[in-house]
């Protein structure tokens, strides 16, 4: 799972850096993330899971293109086997970085109710990576007064070590 983070001005702060700065700051900070920390600007809508659900089993299922598999057919009814469905459900699990369940293409029986069930899945995701959110001013606060003779790169560091712990 990737972790999201959210840079946010906290206005009862009594330090109140110079919005540059400020946003050289989150720049550098998030351009500096570990590799296990990912941002996500733009979470993907339900319609877009579905279109690339449908391209991975007109894949699997081979479909002629431009033919696709019909998004509120049955898988079952459309002729996909038990071993087809567990390698969809695999490549789902990698493609989206999620772990469906093993009955999902039974519970969720079609390829616009699977998609609803995915988008599920990844907006809890979602809402457990927002609760990192990080407040720039808070971790400001922890690094000692002299913040001030700093360059950019040090107070990145410093914030980074400060986000570790």
Known sequence: MHKQIKLIHNPQSNIQPEPLVQEEVRDKIISSKPPEIEIQKNQQSEKEICEKLQHMLADLMGFI???QPDIH???FDMGMESVTAVAFQKE???RFGVSID?????DYPNLS???AYVFT???ENSMIDNESE???NSLIEKI???IENLSIDDVVERLTDVMEN
């Open 92 to 94: 789902i699990d990698e």
């Open 73 to 75: 057919e049955g898988f």
């Open 102 to 106: 093993d009955t999902a293409t039974f």
């Open 121 to 123: 899945l990844l907006s």
């Open 65 to 67: 293109p431009p033919k």
């Open 144 to 146: 000692p007064d002299e």
């Open 134 to 136: 990080i407040d720039v």
């Open 113 to 115: 109710d699977l998609a």
